[in-house]
């Protein structure tokens, strides 16, 4: 993983995502994903099993990944410029090609 600067160390330990930093590596068992695929119903947003239907819930993510689901939201919008936000919080100049109106591309964060 690259390097991650203090500063947004200290945003995501203040969110409560820090233990998500020290995860190296997730072993993706690929026929369990092959299945889950299979079985996913894009109309109902579930799962169809042999035992009934099911979907993944917020508690589930909960559970897996220890995040918290209380608290002050992570996700906002503010209203001036997008380039300026970055330079204040991050201490970063976000170059023109990951800005999209708004909007700022991930692969940049």
Avoid at 5 to 16: F, S
Avoid at 43 to 60: A, M, N, R, S, V
Wanted: net charge positive.
């Amino acid at each position: 993983m690259d390097q991650i600067d203090n500063r947004v160390k200290n945003i995501i330990n203040l969110a409560g995502f820090g233990h998500i930093i020290n995860i190296v590596k997730v072993d993706i068992n690929q026929h369990l994903v092959s299945e889950l695929v299979e079985r996913w119903r894009i109309k109902t947003q579930t799962f169809h099993f042999p035992h009934g239907e099911t979907t993944i819930t917020l508690q589930d993510v909960v559970l897996q990944l220890g995040l918290k689901i209380d608290g002050s939201l992570v996700t906002g919008f503010i209203t001036g410029d997008v380039r300026v936000a970055c330079q204040t919080l991050l201490g970063k100049t976000l170059p023109d090609k990951y800005v999209k109106g708004k909007m700022i591309y991930l692969t940049w964060l």
